[in-house]
């Protein structure tokens, strides 16, 4: 059955706090003052600052001295004092103050309809609130302001945040006339604003006007203010939503400092960042700290708020989410099965959060592979989805998506057809038919046709999505990689070969072109993650399309050329930051290098992380704005002599096989998760390998070797056996303990060795680019039929991948001397300190056990004479004196330091 790719929408609480103004509105009394004579002088000492024409209304900050009132010069941002003699309160009329009270019962109103949800009816009694008191107090008045902004937030709330930015932008400009640019109440106004923006598209402006924001406040209101501090906080996570998580992490960290110092460990807020901190970790793939502060956060909160609070149930979601990154489902599922039970019972069984614990609680379940409880779940959720958030809410679409994809693993098609067509007529409805979200919906539906048979129905969905896809992302875009990934399995169900082969070679070039900038910005558990989750289904699907089709010359050498250029990519991308940190000691260029990383950091979190459908179109507008940044700096860089992008291009297989010489071949293995394509099914792995000769020595091989876990049994019988021999020779004798040793290893080499000398020829040089535990296998070692040992028949060499064969052997010059490791003091501690040396074991051997037995490992003495043995040879070699590093000189931060070296010697133990 098809495994179940249920949506992850909850991708941990990281909310930016958007001001709510107070629920009952101040008396206007006090507050403004009208001007009752000709000309009132704004002064600052015997200085006249500005002179007011009768009938303006002033706000009043202060009174000092009971007779000077402290205005701000109107159209400045200075301020003065006049006289009370020359001003009179704004005193409303009884009418008009019954309509004051009248419009702060509105606003209560409206309160109490976003208590229940009901954002409609907010806006409309906000709506009427602000015309009775534009009608007391004219247009420009705080308290209008205050309900402007109230307005704002609900209409961004519904989605509608096109005209909550226009009435922001009003309520700002109001504040700004009145109390000025450097008021609090101003800056909760620029606080507010910073928020709609990026919702709009703005992003980028939205981060800088942040930015812009938070000097101010510096300047004005202090580092360390509460307010100063909560924008530091929502920057932080505006960085985040933008991808760079690297700007974003010491920001936190920052806030979450101050906000100790000046706010206590416990308080709320300290806790939010705290808790935001552990979303950023888990962002970054580093789940265990992002464990430990979620844990920590949790405890907090259950002590200072209360294990009911709201804040605590969002920590304890965060904190399954963790543990689910994990793999500790259960644990997980424990988690959020309490936190729903408090949950319905502080916020109801209708609250949005309680719905989307309970749709988090229904992946959990299928996870776990309880299917019929999921399914119940899913349709429990979606019913008061439905009804709560409405029938073309975001979540209500995303709850019906998982509940078809469940149902489809459940073998239920018409049903889930039925959903996707659901899902895809709202999306048409309200996106319109050229948007990502309807191109999804034509994917998902796609996939249930096609799991039904329709194949023809199904590839019409497919091509609809990917032109869409292509129009509105554009042809760049990681989205389009699974499209073209669904076409040509597609094609393949429909019997058309070649229309697969030619369609699955352009996803393989668009992967491997996106892959080269992305991998080396991330980093190693989000790499591991990409190409696990990402890419990893999309290669073996190919990859598999090849051993399905091993017979096809044509089909076989494409496989080969697709397997090329995408194994060993994560080690290429770890060069590559590594040449890059090594380029120039220039400032300058370290910086913008560094500039640049940060860019692709951005880019590649930003093209892995799926939105929901209202965020399409600024996360569209995110990629193209730093593809169009990071381009024009590689350019500039390029510009410099920079190597950015080497070693990424594509490299066709027919200059792989002209490389080879004609005694030669390349052995090159995969672990391959086995895919069915007739029942879309995925079954254990096998080793497979592809056998590449020259090019005038036959066509491309591929030989599948069987099942991968028996094998993997195999290689741990052969190492034991290995590990043993030592002991054996000196209990059995010589033949007697080969013998013993040979018994696992010919086993071995029956499923692994015999049947690629089968197929490899004449050739007597086996260049071998293993996988997985295959690396560990002592090749050279195994016995072949004839009792003989590989070695003894043929020349063996290894490489990450065969790449490595068509590295451009440019001269290289170099200032390093070779060098030598040998004998290193595996006891030695990095502390002044160290221990005596452990007494050396004369008839230690080079280990080949597992890490596990790492804990007290022996001496190689021998690896030292070896060392002073071939030191005269590479000096004539390389016409340069090597430098030796024994016993406690032969250390990992040495080997660290070098820099290209032209020879370098490790004697070290195996494993």
């Known amino acids: 059955m098809r495994s179940c790719e249920l949506v992850r929408w909850w991708n941990g609480m990281l909310a930016i706090v958007i001001l709510c103004w107070p629920s009952t509105l101040p008396a206007a009394d006090g507050f403004m003052v009208r001007v009752n004579v000709d000309q009132a002088s704004i002064k600052a000492g015997n200085e006249t600052l500005a002179s007011v024409p009768q009938g303006s209304r002033l706000w009043v900050f202060n009174v000092k001295d009971r007779q000077w009132l402290d205005v701000k010069v109107p159209e400045s941002e200075q301020h003065g004092y006049v006289h009370i003699s020359q001003v009179e309160p704004v005193v409303n009329s009884q009418a008009r103050q019954a309509q004051v009270k009248r419009a702060g019962q509105l606003f209560a109103e409206a309160e109490r309809f976003r208590a229940q949800h009901d954002l409609k009816s907010s806006i409309a009694a906000l709506r009427q609130c602000r015309t009775m008191l534009e009608q007391v107090y004219g247009t420009a008045h705080p308290e209008v302001a205050i309900v402007i902004e109230n307005i704002g937030n609900r209409l961004h709330e519904l989605g509608n945040s096109e005209e909550a930015e226009r009435l922001h932008q009003e309520a700002l400009a109001m504040r700004i006339a009145i109390l000025g640019q450097q008021h609090e109440d101003t800056f909760k106004s620029m606080i507010n604003l910073a ?161 989307t614990s309970m749709g988090l609680l229904a992946v959990l379940l299928s996870d776990l592979g309880k299917l019929d409880a999921a399914k119940s779940l899913f349709e429990e959720t979606l019913a008061l989805d439905r009804k709560v958030l409405g029938p073309q809410a975001t979540a209500t679409l995303e709850t019906m998506n998982n509940l078809a994809n469940l149902l489809l693993t459940q073998g239920d098609y018409a049903e889930a057809q039925l959903l996707h067509e659901q899902v895809l007529a709202i999306n048409r ?19 249930a046709l096609n799991l039904q048979g329709d194949f023809v129905a199904a590839k019409a969905k497919h091509q609809q999505a990917h032109a869409i896809r292509q129009e509105v992302l554009g042809k760049s875009h990681p989205q389009n990689l699974s499209t073209l990934s669904n076409l040509a399995m597609v094609d393949l169900r429909l019997g058309d070969i070649n229309s697969a082969v030619e369609t699955m070679d352009l996803l393989r070039h668009a992967t491997h072109e996106y892959t080269a900038k992305v991998l080396p910005a991330l980093s190693s558990p989000e790499q591991l993650q990409f190409l696990q989750n990402v890419d990893g289904p999309r290669l073996s699907r190919s990859l598999n399309m090849g051993r399905h089709h091993r017979d096809d010359p044509l089909i076989a050498m494409k496989s080969a050329e697709w397997l090329l250029n995408a194994k060993g990519v994560a080690q290429r991308a770890l060069s590559q930051r590594i040449r890059q940190a090594r380029t120039s000691d220039d400032p300058q260029l370290r910086e913008d290098l560094q500039r640049l990383n940060s860019l692709r950091s951005q880019l590649a979190r930003l093209s892995v992380t799926e939105v929901s459908a209202n965020q399409d179109a600024l996360h569209k507008q995110q990629i193209q704005e730093l593809t169009k940044q990071e381009a024009k700096l590689a350019r500039e860089l390029g510009q410099r002599g920079v190597r950015i992008d080497e070693d990424t291009e594509w490299e066709r297989i027919e200059g792989l096989r002209r490389r080879l010489p ?74 007697a303990a080969e013998e013993r040793v040979n018994t696992p290893l010919r086993t071995l080499a029956e499923h692994v060795l015999d049947p690629l000398l089968s197929v490899v020829g004449d050739a007597k040089k086996l260049i071998l680019s293993p996988d997985a535990s295959l690396w560990l296998v002592p090749w050279s070692a195994l016995p072949m039929q004839d009792e003989r040992y590989a070695l003894e028949e043929y020349e063996l060499s290894y490489v990450v991948s065969g790449r490595d064969l068509l590295k451009k052997t440019e001269p290289t010059v170099t200032s390093e001397s070779p060098v030598i490791f040998a004998d290193p003091n595996y006891d030695l501690t990095p502390t002044p300190e160290n221990s005596p040396a452990a007494t050396v074991n004369r008839s230690a051997t080079r280990f080949v056990g597992s890490f596990n037995d790492l804990t007290n490992v022996g001496r190689l003495p021998g690896t030292a004479k070896e060392a002073r043995a071939i030191s005269p040879f590479v000096q004539e070699y390389l016409d340069a004196t090597p430098v030796v590093h024994l016993e406690d000189e032969a250390r990992e931060e040495t080997f660290k330091q070098l820099d290209s070296p032209p020879l370098l010697v490790l004697s070290t133990h195996g494993f």
């Open 429 to 447: 409805e309200v996106h319109g038919e050229r948007h990502p979200s309807t191109a999804q919906s034509l994917i998902n539906l796609g996939n």
């Open 662 to 735: 004609d005694d030669s071949v390349l052995i090159d293995i995969v672990r391959l998760p086995i895919h069915d394509p007739e029942k879309a099914e995925w079954q254990p792995a096998h080793y497979v390998a592809w056998i590449i000769a020259s090019t005038d020595q036959g066509d491309v091989q591929i030989v599948d070797l069987g099942d991968a876990s028996a094998v993997d049994e195999m290689v741990q019988a052969s190492r034991k056996a290995l590990n043993e021999g030592q002991e054996m020779l000196s209990r059995l004798g010589a033949d």
């Open 195 to 355: 928020v709609i923006l990026p919702a709009i598209g703005r992003w980028q402006e939205g981060l800088e006007f942040e930015q812009r924001t938070l000097k101010s406040m510096r300047q004005v209101l202090g580092e360390k203010d509460s307010l100063t501090l909560r924008v530091m906080d929502n920057l932080a996570v505006g960085l985040v939503d933008a991808g760079d998580l690297e700007g974003a992490e010491p920001m936190f960290t920052e806030v979450l400092a101050l906000r100790r110092e000046v706010l206590g460990d416990n308080h709320a807020d300290t806790l939010t960042t705290l808790d935001h901190l552990a979303v950023l970790k888990r962002r970054k793939g580093d789940y265990l700290s992002a464990r430990q502060l979620h844990e920590q956060a949790l405890e907090q909160r259950s002590q200072s708020l209360g294990e009911k609070n709201p804040a605590t149930l969002d920590s304890m979601v965060n904190l399954a989410l963790v543990l689910s990154d994990l793999g500790d489902k259960a644990a997980a599922l424990a988690m959020i099965e309490e936190e729903l039970t408090v949950r319905r019972e502080v916020q109801g069984d209708e609250h949005p959060s309680t719905l």
